[in-house]
């Protein structure tokens, strides 16, 4: 997968396209992430003897085939190519060609 934790992401289908956030977790097995703010969910919370019972609103995961990579200084979704420099492995925004990491 070419997003990776704390990406900056931008939603490119689905209901919350146009949105982008911070990358929280990522899912390779699944093929998913999970995005700040972004596929709110409503979760009940069962009551328990230490927890009281709450509604609690959670970031679902979205397929990373609905997201790309924001670069932050452009402000401009890109996509994610891998060069090699010096010997070790990069990745670089291919609209403008510049290293990412």
């Known amino acids: 997968m070419k997003i990776k934790k704390n990406d900056t992401v931008m939603v490119i289908s689905g209901k919350e396209k146009g949105k982008h956030g911070k990358v929280l977790k990522v ?10 703010g972004v596929n709110m969910q409503t979760k009940h919370q069962k009551q328990t003897r230490k ?28 996509r994610v190519g891998y060069t090699f420099e010096d010997g070790v492995k990069v990745r670089y925004s291919k609209k403008t060609g510049s290293p990412i990491d």
């Open 27 to 36: 899912y390779p097995a699944k093929q998913t992430v999970i995005v700040e």
């Open 51 to 78: 927890v009281r019972a709450e509604i609690k609103h959670q970031e679902g995961p979205l397929h990373v085939s609905n997201v790309m990579y924001y670069d932050t200084r452009d402000k401009t979704a890109t």
